[in-house]
Nanobody
Framework: QVQLVESGGGLVQVGESLRLSCVAS????????RGWFRQAPGKQRELVAT???????NYADSVKGRFTISRDSAKNTVYLQINSLKPEDTAVYYC?????????WGQGTQVTVSS
């Protein structure tokens, strides 16, 4: 069993930046993918970015150039650097781990962008 805990969300102004963090409760060994998803009010959850244990990155087209995902395996942590925030980035951001054929989710952290 793995618990994921996100932090770093908040209320920000348009154009500002945030860094989200997601810590896993244990060391993740072997092939795995860490990622970030988001869910805006009234919308389905959507993929934002993923990073594999081999370092392969994937981004949603809507965030390319503004969002950067990274991981620190020694700290069991994945980060999402969000720059040039827009009102449409407002959502609950969820951390995800795909490992051993299972998906694990964090509880989510709210990001609100005010214009």
């Amino acid at each position: 069993q793995v618990q994921l805990v996100e932090s770093g969300g908040g209320l920000v102004q348009v154009g500002e930046s945030l860094r989200l963090s997601c810590v896993a409760s244990r060391t993740i060994l072997g092939i795995n993918t860490r990622g970030w998803f988001r869910q805006a009010p009234g919308k389905q959850r959507e993929l934002v970015a993923t990073i594999t244990s081999g370092g392969t990155l994937n981004y949603a087209d809507s965030v390319k150039g503004r969002f950067t995902i990274s991981r620190d395996s020694a700290k069991n942590t994945v980060y999402l650097q969000i720059n040039s925030l827009k009102p449409e980035d407002t959502a609950v951001y969820y951390c995800n781990l795909h490992w051993g054929g299972r998906d694990y989710w964090g509880q989510g952290t709210q990001v609100t962008v005010s214009s």
